[in-house]
């Protein structure tokens, strides 16, 4: 099978099927899903939509929402999967609108702002067992599109081709050692590419039953799976609050837990975000209170355009899977490549393509591999097939250490943060002439520039800042025009204004009345 | 009777109050005196930064007080303000009987 639709048509009416966890929860076999796909795969011709047609797609957990993502993809649309919006983003129909006429989208779904463009919606009673609406595509054809890092204020959409999904499928099976009696459990957003590669997508190849649930339902009841389930073999992936978060929910809940509950979880993929040597060791103190076995835990590597996985390990233990950095900073270890993946620390060279830096010495992070695109859509192809992932790492043993990243990226809880979205925030702010947001171990700092005469309470910016990126800066202050360092050509020299301005900032809890500039 | 019940009820949510106010390591008087916005509680709340950690302080409150299995996080936002926070709490504690 070398493309996603040959898999869709060997879905069948095993007892395993899918689980959407709510009240009521809603649950399906594989056989029950692949006659909605292709009842909605006609559903959808007979709108109009044809093949190569880019459709927009917030993709829900929910089954109106995996249909139609399956069904277009199907029928040979291309689904554009998007992030759906933050709270209180005034600006998101208008970006999404601007993606649309960019990127030629023609059709958006239903749940989607009106964009300009016809909408769909699913027919939840369409359902065939023939194979009506499922075309044959070449594992060369574009598949889906989803944007890297998730912003979509500076977007890098990446094609991904039937055969990048795939291979990456394959090889995220192969990692955890799949087979048909797994029971997978997803509770990230299928907008994102972990849920949707890893949570979603990778649980087709052996039919296993899943159980999906949205991250806010995870938070509230971050045991709701693991009590209901009666597997033994359970694949989920957990970024590294989500790990903190359960860990501390067991801790909190102490011994009206079942002691045996964490046994259950045989495959932990941990990713998406900084893997924190206290947030591991914490879970592997509480290992044997809850039958955890430590090895089951996979922290890995990987981003949108490599498809997702990139490199993995299984956990050895705090003394070999990190190491410590001269300055006292532990690093975890992400493991090696996935078989047929390329990966060099180094430098950009003068044709493009990475030079390599001695082994063990620090550099960008470069991909290359079957799960990679070829470039960004209707952009140069990356050269000689590498990606520069903007991250930096070092390779010891074969192994990956990513240690940072230079690209302009906070990750807060998982989710990506872009400092010019929030500057774009702040600066709507009345009496705020300019502000810079620096970064510095997934940390950020804002320094605000008022305009003459005004009062800013930054403590009103920073809760600002948190409704509508979820969290706050971990330190401002108030800067003079002529105090945030740009080049001459305008661009934000952010480490050097962080740099300048450091010993001024103070965290937001500590910022009280309103201060005078 | 019933009076003892809605005293005990209070006296659980109070515990509640109190012991989220001790999570985020923010004064009662000053947490719960106007109906703040929970995006302006992590502003100004030491321990707490973002909505993971206002969730696990939430949480952890419940299940110090072991109503978790009774009483459901309420799903919430930093929109939302603390005044809903607790309004939904005291619904559940009145819904589920909790004395």
């Given amino acids: 099978m070398s493309t996603l639709n040959d898999l869709l048509r060997k879905l069948d009416h095993r007892t395993a099927g899918l689980t959407f966890a709510g009240a009521p929860a809603v649950e399906l076999t594989y056989g029950d899903l692949a006659g909605l796909i292709r009842g909605n795969a006609r559903h959808f011709q007979d709108l109009g939509v044809r093949r190569g047609d880019r459709v927009a797609l917030s993709i829900e957990s929910d089954l109106e929402h995996v249909v139609a993502l399956l069904a277009l993809i199907a029928m040979g649309a291309v689904p554009v999967s998007l992030k759906g919006p933050r709270t209180g983003d005034d600006q998101y129909a208008a970006t999404l609108r601007r993606l649309v006429t960019r990127y030629g989208v023609a059709y958006a779904y239903r749940t989607l702002p009106d964009l300009g463009v016809p909408t769909l919606t699913w027919a939840p009673g369409a359902t065939t067992a023939a194979d009506l609406g499922l075309v044959d595509v070449d594992a060369d054809d574009p598949c889906i599109i989803q944007f890297s890092s998730g912003s979509l204020g500076d977007p890098k959409p990446v094609p991904l081709r039937h055969s990048s999904l795939l291979a990456n499928m394959h090889a995220i099976t192969a990692v955890d050692h799949r087979h048909a009696g797994a029971q997978g459990w997803t509770f990230l957003p299928l907008s994102h590419d972990m849920g949707l590669i890893g949570g979603l997508l990778s649980n087709l190849i052996h039919q ?21 389930t009666p597997s033994d073999d359970c694949v989920v992936a957990m970024p590294d609050f989500a790990v903190r978060y359960l860990v501390n929910h067991l801790t909190n809940r102490g011994a009206r837990t079942d002691a045996r509950l964490l046994a259950r979880l045989r495959h932990i993929y941990c990713g998406a975000e900084p893997i924190r040597h206290e947030t591991i060791a914490a879970l592997v103190g509480i290992a044997e209170a809850w039958g955890f076995e430590p090895s089951s835990l996979i922290p890995c590597y990987g981003m949108a355009e490599a498809t997702l996985i990139v490199t993995s390990h299984r956990f050895r233990g705090l003394a070999d899977s990190f190491l410590t950095a001269p300055n006292g900073r532990t690093i975890a270890c992400v493991g090696q490549p996935i078989p047929g993946t390329d990966v060099v620390v180094g430098q950009r060279g003068p044709s ?39 991250d930096t790492g070092l390779l010891r043993d074969g192994e990956l250490y990513v240690t940072g990243r230079v690209k302009e990226l906070i990750i807060v809880n998982g989710e990506n943060l872009f400092p010019h979205d929030i500057e774009q925030v702040v600066l709507q702010q009345e009496g705020v002439r300019d502000c810079m947001v620096m970064s510095e171990d997934d940390r950020f700092f804002v320094v605000v520039v008022p305009t003459p005469r005004a009062t800013i309470e930054l403590s009103s910016v920073a809760a600002q800042i948190a409704a509508q990126f979820g969290a706050v800066p971990a330190g401002m202050a108030l800067g003079a025009a002529g105090e945030l360092e740009r080049t001459t050509s305008g661009k934000p020299m952010r480490a050097t204004t962080l740099a300048a301005l450091r010993p001024r900032m103070a965290p937001p809890a500590a910022l009280g009345a309103p201060l005078q500039p | 009777m019933l009076s003892d019940i809605q005293n005990h009820r209070q006296d659980t949510l109070e515990s509640f109050k109190a012991c989220v106010a001790r999570r985020l390591q923010m004064e009662p008087a000053k947490l719960y005196n106007k109906s703040m916005k929970l995006s302006e509680i992590v502003a100004r709340s030491p321990t707490a930064s973002n909505s993971i950690d206002l969730m696990e302080a939430v949480a952890g409150a419940m299940a110090e007080l072991e109503i978790d299995d009774r009483v459901e996080l309420p799903a919430i936002t930093l929109q939302h303000t603390v005044d809903q926070l607790i309004d939904e709490v005291r619904a559940q504690l009145a819904v589920n009987g909790i004395a």
Wanted: glycine content about 16%.
């Fill in chain 1, 208 to 228: 296993n039953p899943l159980f999906l649930a949205t991250p806010q339902r995870f938070l509230r009841r971050p045991l709701e799976f693991l009590t209901w």
């Fill in chain 1, 352 to 390: 493009g393509e990475p030079v390599a830096s001695a082994p063990g010495r620090e550099g960008v992070v470069f991909v290359r591999g079957p799960g990679v695109c070829r470039g960004y859509l209707d952009a140069p192809e990356f050269p000689g097939g590498w990606h520069d992932t903007g």
